[in-house]
């Protein structure tokens, strides 16, 4: 009996390029076995929307565009506590998720692995009633890739966000926070914060640290205070850019699931999309609950 299969894709990702190869991958997901329902993305959260109607009514979905297209479509199969596997063609601008799990960067060679069917568990997160695939997180910059014109990401990629972010440098705005974990509580004014369970943020990788394992059940946890002075700040960035915690400016640990608690409301991201105004959060690690078809490699096991 010939498997089916949800496809959905967002045109407008990554310059449209999925366009020119779109009639190749149905090819290789049709020599795979599988019946395929395509769906190009009409508006935002229709991957969301679809990948909720079709959780329990194919035997996979494989989705293509950035990381906010994959965060509606795990979010979605989560909502639908379904078990259905995804595959995932990186398109975005960005693609940390993918690149943390050195997915081919090729579209084509993306989508005959995931033809291979090995199954790989992946951590995610909950984010109070939310669900959030690799990072949540607020302040500086981090509204940054929801507030990017699409059309300017498609084309100047890395740049539109360096230009976006760097309007930011000069309104640098801090919160007050209590974090709290099973190990620790930690009280202080921060400028950034991110939860992550990832390799790569921002196209920028080991910002998260050297050793991280996305299916180990812990997340990354990185909180910067807010500098009294440039010294302090430039201590701060060169921390950032050796990817080593050698600074008390920075708080680095991890951990399985936190609490933290604002005097004001505080804007999240969750996968670069917003995740709403907070006062307190919740966020838990939601061991190996993704199940992705990823070939297995040696760099993805000796890491």
Not at 93 to 115: C, G, Q, R, Y
Request: glycine fraction near 8%.
């Amino acid at each position: 009996m010939e498997k089916k299969m949800l496809f959905i894709f967002n045109p407008k990702a990554g310059k449209g390029k999925i366009k020119t190869h779109l009639l190749e991958i149905v090819d290789i997901f049709n020599k795979g076995g599988y019946e395929v329902i395509i769906r190009a993305t009409q508006y935002p959260k229709d991957a969301y929307e679809k990948a909720k109607e079709y959780a329990d009514r194919v035997d996979l979905i494989v989705c293509s565009g950035g990381d906010g297209t994959l965060d509606e479509v795990v979010t979605g199969i989560m909502e639908m506590e379904s078990s259905v596997p995804i595959g995932y063609i990186p398109a975005g601008s960005t693609n940390d998720f993918a690149n943390s799990l050195f997915m081919p960067k090729n579209m084509v060679e993306a989508a005959s692995m995931i033809m291979d069917e090995e199954l790989y568990h992946c951590d995610i997160g909950k984010f109070n009633e939310k669900t959030f695939a690799y990072i949540a997180a607020f302040g500086l910059f981090t509204d940054v890739s929801y507030q990017t014109d699409q059309d300017l990401k498609n084309i100047l990629g890395h740049v539109a966000y360096v230009l976006e972010g760097v309007k930011r440098l000069f309104d640098i705005k801090s919160y007050h926070m209590k974090v709290e974990t099973e190990d620790m509580t930690v009280e202080d004014d921060f400028i950034f914060g991110m939860v992550s369970n990832s390799r790569s943020v921002g196209g920028f990788k080991n910002l998260t640290g050297r050793n991280v394992d996305m299916n180990d059940g812990l997340f990354e946890v990185t909180l910067i205070t807010m500098p009294k002075n440039p010294l302090e700040l430039q201590e701060i960035l060169a921390s950032i850019l050796i990817a080593e915690d050698n600074t008390d400016l920075i708080y680095s640990f991890k951990t399985t699931k936190l609490t933290i608690e604002s005097d004001e409301e505080v804007p999240w991201t969750l996968d670069g999309e917003f995740g709403g105004d907070h006062t307190q959060v919740e966020i838990e690690n939601r061991h190996e609950a993704l199940n992705l078809y990823l070939k297995s490699n040696r760099k993805l096991r000796d890491f």
